[in-house]
Nanobody, 121 residues
Framework: QVQLVESGGGLVQAGGSLRLSCAASGRSFSTYTMAWFRQAPGKEREFVAFITWTGGSTYYANSVKGRFTISRDNAKNTLYLQMNSLKPEDTAVYYC??????????????WGQGTQVTVSS
């Protein structure tokens, strides 16, 4: 079993920044790829970014590339998402997930409960 708990969401103006965190417990955090997904109202859950277990490789959706940075601290069992230059279209519930090297939802078998990010124009 894995428990994932996101935090750091909130309301921010366009152009602002937020840093999301995801605290993990349970199975060995450091041996799995971790990812962020997001889901806006009325839309499918979509991939945002993933990071391999060593942190040596990262991959981003085109919509966030250059603005968001994913990172992890395996000593603290924590995943991060630094979000800069936020846009209203970034408004969504953000989920962290644990799984395998992929940008497909089906590759991730454990999910957090989500944290709301709202970007006002």
């Amino acid at each position: 079993q894995v428990q994932l708990v996101e935090s750091g969401g909130g309301l921010v103006q366009a152009g602002g920044s937020l840093r999301l965190s995801c605290a993990a417990s349970g199975r060995s955090f450091s041996t799995y790829t971790m990812a962020w997904f997001r889901q806006a109202p009325g839309k499918e859950r979509e991939f945002v970014a993933f990071i391999t277990w060593t942190g040596g490789s990262t991959y981003y959706a085109n919509s966030v590339k250059g603005r968001f940075t994913i990172s992890r601290d395996n000593a603290k069992n924590t995943l991060y998402l630094q979000m800069n230059s936020l846009k209203p279209e970034d408004t969504a519930v953000y989920y962290c997930a644990s799984g395998y090297y992929s940008d497909f939802r089906t590759a991730y078998d454990y999910w957090g409960q989500g944290t709301q990010v709202t970007v006002s124009s």
